[in-house]
């Protein structure tokens, strides 16, 4: 529990881009010394209850404690910041952004074809470092340190209509695949992850037809 969480807030939590007030810095919940349910404990009782209900969605700022909370961003085979889906998002004008170039690799179907953990765990090493890099750079700010990947669904019927998001039918080899791109995507430092994944998904999603 204490490495997952300190790791966790690792990557959901970052200094916001303003001044913290005297003594922020000091709050228990930034010290990864601190035992973890004490960090939490603490974290929990300087939220208002506004602001609680403002961390059940989109990318919440709580300035006044240098708080700023990622959101999630699609990763399946490199981020997706941009193209057709709109995936770059929009600006408070509701302006489309202009898209940022990432890193594309084949779809799951031509990465679980490769059979090869080394390279999935490259791969899921690049994705994440240009997840942080984006979120975290002060001319982008865009994207997400949790990243929707990888899929372990398995592909069991030709019927269905995402089947190209499945490395393949087998539970050892998707399995096998899809560790060793989590393990590039969160890096290899124990204590603070690079990204964070998101695999999914969570139900019978690999039965859908369609």
Do not use: C
């Amino acid at each position: 529990m204490g490495n997952l969480f300190r790791s966790v807030l690792g990557v959901v939590v970052v200094l916001a881009g303003v001044p913290m007030a005297r003594g922020q810095a000091e709050y228990p919940f930034r010290d990864s010394k601190v035992p973890s349910e004490q960090r939490i404990t603490d974290l929990l009782s300087r939220l208002t209850v506004d602001e609680k209900i403002s961390l059940m969605g989109g990318q919440p700022k709580i300035p006044r404690l240098g708080l700023k909370f990622s959101g999630q961003v699609e990763g399946l085979h490199g981020l997706a910041l941009g193209g057709p889906g709109h995936w770059e998002g929009r600006d408070a004008e509701k302006h489309y952004k202009q898209p940022l170039p990432t890193t594309t690799f084949p779809q799951e179907r031509g990465l679980g074809n490769t059979w090869d953990t080394d390279l999935l765990q490259k791969i899921g090493a690049l994705e994440g470092y240009e997840a942080r890099y984006d979120y975290q750079s002060a001319k982008y700010d865009r994207g997400g340190l949790i990243v929707r990947a990888p899929n372990v669904d398995l592909a069991r019927d030709p019927r269905w209509g995402r089947s190209e998001e499945s490395m393949g039918e087998d539970p050892y080899l998707v399995g096998t695949l899809s560790v060793a791109f989590q393990h590039g995507l969160q890096g290899p430092d124990p204590e603070h992850w690079q990204a964070a994944s998101l695999m999914k998904h969570f139900l019978a999603n690999e039965y859908g037809v369609g």
